[in-house]
T-cell receptor, first 112, second 113 residues
């Protein structure tokens, strides 16, 4: 158990809808990272937050947004969903840098 | 553009048959190279971080090595429980990738008893 909790584990929705994925980092970890994993692209970095502030942005679509709350949990919001957004979404946390990330078990998103 | 290529895509071994997985990378100044293990339905689990050419790290049956262009994950006398997908990732010193890891697509290892 990595100590990172993601909910829900599975999410099935329709095109055009909006969903929210939730992540609780390990106790004491200030950094939260979001990754998308698909069969053809592998693990792709989306966005990083550190202690409530956006720190780095990767290949995140404009339809996607994230935030980190004062209690350090984070949410990833996906809107106007398309079939191609179907993927595994992982959250990871670390005390600060990238030397060692702890990943959650992921949210499997299926857009029908 | 920073890039990570892993080979082979899949590897089948008999229990006890040692082998190596390859990770070739192109990066604008390597800050770190990382190996993760991923089991089906789970998130990646950290194995090693390597920072400079010539560095080696070991953990049980696994040994990771690093050169200026590639890294190898050597698996000695593997057991069925070593079956997993092994992911390699790099972090660059420069540009927009400072805040993230660039992952390869992984090598799926199957170890048969």
């Amino acid at each position: 158990d990595s100590g990172v909790t993601q909910t829900p584990k599975h999410l099935i929705t329709a095109t055009g809808q909006r969903v929210t994925l939730r992540c609780s980092p390990r106790s004491g970890d200030l950094s939260v990272y979001w990754y998308q994993q698909s069969l053809d692209q592998g693990l792709q970095f989306l966005i990083q937050y550190y202690n409530g502030e956006e720190r780095a942005k990767g290949n995140i679509l404009e339809r996607f947004s994230a935030q980190q709350f004062p209690d350090l949990h984070s949410e990833l919001n996906l809107s106007s969903l398309e079939l191609g957004d179907s993927a595994l979404y992982f959250c990871a946390s670390s005390p600060g840098g990238l030397a060692k990330l702890f990943f959650g078990s992921g949210t499997q998103l299926s857009v029908l | 553009e920073d890039q990570v290529t892993q080979s082979p895509e899949a590897l089948r071994l008999q229990e006890g048959e040692s082998s190596s997985l390859n990770c070739s990378y192109t990066v604008s100044g390597l800050r770190g190279l990382f190996w993760y293990r991923q089991d089906p339905g789970k998130g990646p689990e950290f194995l090693f971080t390597l920072y400079s050419a010539g560095e080696e790290k070991e953990k049980e049956r696994l040994k990771a090595t690093l050169t200026k262009k590639e890294s190898f994950l050597h698996i000695t006398a593997p057991k069925p429980e070593d079956s997993a997908t092994y992911l390699c990732a790099v972090q660059s010193n420069y540009g927009g990738s400072q805040g993230n890891l660039i992952f390869g697509k992984g090598t799926k290892l199957s170890v048969k008893p």
